[in-house]
């Protein structure tokens, strides 16, 4: 007979309350229409990044954990972008700096803690067209200098997050005006993994003895294979974006045009649910984090069969010979 081993999957249900946002307007004019109006939008999906981290395809057992761990940000670095016309290179150069000098004056009287650094991007001429008019043939086009174009990137590094709304007001003050993104930093990225890794490992053990029990067996002694893996994401990778509006449904059997307006896009960061993970540290999210997956595979290299109980059975019936002599012996019949 065939022993088959029989793993139960536990799903945990999670349950969410009636607030959803305008997230859920899809496009589906079919099953959303509600007199004139349709509800577009586009797809939004939810992240359900990962690892996988394969075993050759063995009839081996394998005993697997996925961790994931929320960690708030120790310091941040905002970018901003600016752009500097001018007619000369000392002049282009000059009104640059005057706008830098006043922006890390501001941002220093904000916070002493405060680190900027200014990213030099290019210093070009820019040239523009002039015609050349002819009185028998075609018109020429020379191209002309026109003046310097000067591009630099401001990085900010704070470590309080409230101070950005300030930084946003000290650059728009100089006619700074391009975010370009903000990178999140962790202090103590590897002591992170570290104790995620325990945590994991610590449940896979578990999972292990588990397993002993319910198969009767000792992996002890068992030959044992280990793989394991980091992923890291930070939340600039994490935004999505979508458009939730309402359009009237025209009947366009008339010639006529139809000018739409442009519908306002919206951004929102969407973090990797906790669902598909076997536990998560710091499963609250209420700002923007970095988050750690990891994934730990333990193969058990041919695990033996189930132990089976064999019963011992008498035999039922007993058997004896009478000698002429009168004497009785016992025969081992089937021993």
Do not use: W
């Not at 210093?123 to 067209?129: I, K, L």
């Not at 307006?261 to 919206?266: E, N, V, Y």
């Amino acid at each position: 007979m065939k022993n088959l081993l029989i793993f139960s999957v536990l799903i945990s249900s999670i349950c969410f309350g009636q607030e959803s946002g305008n997230i859920n307007y899809q496009s589906d004019r079919s099953n959303r229409s509600s007199g004139n109006l349709n509800y577009i939008n586009a797809q939004i999906y939810n992240p359900t990044q990962g690892l996988s981290i394969p075993f050759s395809n063995t009839n081996d057992l394998y005993i697997e954990v996925n961790g994931l761990s929320n960690i708030k940000a120790d310091s941040y670095v905002a970018v901003f972008h600016v752009t500097q016309m001018g007619k000369t290179a000392l002049e282009v150069n000059a009104l640059l700096n005057e706008k830098l000098d006043h922006i890390k004056a501001a941002i220093t009287e904000k916070s002493t803690e405060v680190e900027v650094f200014v990213d030099m991007l290019s210093f070009v001429p820019v040239y523009e067209y002039t015609v050349e008019k002819k009185l028998f043939s075609k018109d020429t086009y020379n191209e002309i200098p026109k003046g310097f174009e000067l591009k630099k990137n401001i990085h900010i590094h704070y470590t309080d997050s409230e101070l950005l709304s300030d930084f946003i007001s000290i650059c728009t003050t100089e006619e700074v005006y391009d975010l370009i993104k903000v990178d999140y930093n962790c202090n103590d990225l590897e002591q992170k993994k570290k104790e995620l890794a325990e945590k994991a490992v610590a449940k896979v053990k578990e999972k292990a003895e588990r397993f002993e029990g319910l198969l009767n067996v000792d992996f002890e002694a068992l030959d044992k294979q280990v793989v394991e893996g980091f992923q890291v994401y930070y939340p600039v990778e994490q935004y999505q974006s979508y458009k939730a509006f309402s359009s009237a449904s025209l009947d366009l059997n008339k010639t006529g045009n139809v000018t739409q307006t442009a519908k306002t896009r919206t951004s929102f960061y969407q973090p990797i649910p906790a669902k598909a993970y076997d536990f998560v540290i710091n499963p609250v999210i209420l700002a923007p984090v970095i988050q750690i997956v990891y994934q730990v595979r333990l193969k058990i290299v041919n695990p033996p069969k189930p132990k089976e109980i064999v019963a011992a059975t008498k035999a039922d019936k007993e058997y004896f010979l009478v000698t002429t002599n009168g004497d009785i012996k016992e025969l081992q019949i089937g021993n």
